[in-house]
């Protein structure tokens, strides 16, 4: 494969972005780290999810977000730099797939919606913080956030496929 113009031949034409088209295990190591680290990611956002949407209501929302935020946050040291390693190998390919591209829009939006949870209703989360249901808001952004994460998921895969 021949690097492409601009500043994305300019990443393809790096000797890490040719290692990891040229040797045999890297790319595929750096692809299990990738899912590892969104299973981890996407894992723990379903279930804190899960218990915005009612499921163990005995379980302290804000207990449970302590728990399981630390591992969504830290997944992303996994996914970003995996993911940006095997952009670089086809730079200029990826961004000509739509896959990819609503995968990266998808992913802007979940980002969006996480943020505008934790500065917003989960500000209040002590008024619902055991066994009550969250405020109709809240479970909104839950259901945004499991739909919008499935969404890049399945993007992600499609993009070996298009
Ligand atoms: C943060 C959340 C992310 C999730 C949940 C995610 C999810 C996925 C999934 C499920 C795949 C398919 C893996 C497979 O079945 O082989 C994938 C592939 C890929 N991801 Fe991500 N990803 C994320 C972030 C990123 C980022 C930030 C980038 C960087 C630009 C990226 C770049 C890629 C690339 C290039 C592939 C294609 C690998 C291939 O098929 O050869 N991803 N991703």
């Known amino acids: ?26 790319y595929p190591s750096v692809e299990i780290v990738h899912i590892f680290g969104l299973a981890i990611l996407v894992g723990s956002i379903a279930m804190f999810d899960l218990r915005v949407l009612g499921l163990a209501r005995t379980l302290p929302v804000r207990a449970v977000a302590r728990f ?12 970003v730099p995996s993911g940006l390693a095997m952009f670089a190998s086809h730079a200029s390919d990826f961004v000509a797939n739509p896959a990819f591209v609503v995968k990266m829009g998808l992913l802007l ?6 943020a505008i949870f934790h500065a917003g209703v989960f500000q209040r989360a002590a008024d619902w913080d055991v066994g009550v249901a969250a405020p109709a808001v809240a479970r909104l952004q839950a259901v945004a956030s499991l739909v919008l994460w499935i969404g890049v998921i399945a993007c992600g895969r499609l993009i070996a496929y298009l």
């Open 1 to 26: 494969m021949t690097p492409g113009q601009g500043a994305l031949g300019a990443i393809e034409a790096t000797g890490f972005a040719r290692a990891m088209r040229e040797a045999l295990w890297l």
């Open 68 to 79: 399981l935020l630390p591992w969504t946050v830290g997944s992303l040291v996994l996914i």
């Open 109 to 114: 939006a979940a980002g969006t919606n996480a």
